[in-house]
């Protein structure tokens, strides 16, 4: 399979890439702004797969309006379908909402919406008919409708929401494209990025164990799913 993972620098997006690349049939695409750190995941994949295929793209998703065509031949350059998408990139800022600047709320909403929306605008031309693809949004049980809100993190959590509604919009608009979307809201993860927005906090989940998750529904899912926002979370509500 042909696979792309945003945000594959660390947490639950370094574990997917990782996963994947136990299998020799896939090729995988792994994007980050870090490129020593996706260098070293290649690097990481090799040892344990000799026969992997990852294939490191450096590149900063805030910048996806202005160098989104540079980023898609580049891809484009690599595969001419994709399998599987894997929009796991995201940007977590712990801060009162009164006190968040223009600067901040700016790349919360690019990084966590409309970067992904654009991505997804850019390389329909490699998903779909003939053969089907399947996009994965990774959202957050804070946009997640019904469940606990915390302070602090409104804007990110509204940017999860929005993506997980675009996820309901795009399996309708492109329903004849064989292009599946699905959303998951996940709960909290021991990853790098809630340890910085909420210091001393030990959730639930490993990062490992997350990333087993999403490998599977992001091969699976599509049989059993399109259009839906699914909370993947062991707390309630």
């Known amino acids: 399979m042909n696979i792309i993972i945003t945000g594959a620098s660390r947490g639950i997006g370094r574990g997917v890439a990782s996963i994947f690349s136990e299998n020799t049939d896939n090729k995988i695409i792994i994007i980050s702004r870090n490129k020593a750190k996706l260098e070293e995941l290649q690097r990481v994949c090799f040892e344990k797969n000799q026969d992997s295929t990852v294939i490191p793209i450096p590149f900063d998703l805030e910048a996806i309006y202005e160098k989104g065509k540079e980023l898609i031949e580049r891809i484009a350059a690599h595969m001419d379908h994709i399998d599987i998408l894997i929009n796991n990139a995201g940007f977590i800022k712990n801060v009162p909402f009164e006190q968040t600047t223009k600067e901040d709320a700016r790349k919360i909403v690019i990084v966590n919406f409309l970067a992904p929306a654009h991505l997804i605008k850019l390389l329909l031309p490699l998903m779909g008919t003939p053969r089907s693809s399947h996009v994965v949004n990774i959202s957050s049980m804070g946009g997640f409708q ?92």
Do not use: R, W
Request: proline share 4%; aromatic share 10%.
């Open 146 to 237: 019904g469940s606990a809100k915390y302070s602090g993190i409104s804007y990110y959590s509204a940017s999860k929401a929005a993506i997980a509604n675009l996820t309901e919009c795009l399996a309708v608009e492109l329903s004849e494209k064989l292009i599946s979307f699905n959303c998951l809201a996940l709960g909290a993860v021991q990853t790098e990025m809630l340890e910085e927005a909420f210091p001393g906090y030990i959730a639930p989940l490993s990062t490992h164990h997350m990333a087993e998750f999403v490998v599977d529904f992001a091969i699976k899912g599509n049989k059993y799913f399109n259009g839906k926002i699914i909370p993947v979370s062991t707390s309630t509500p």
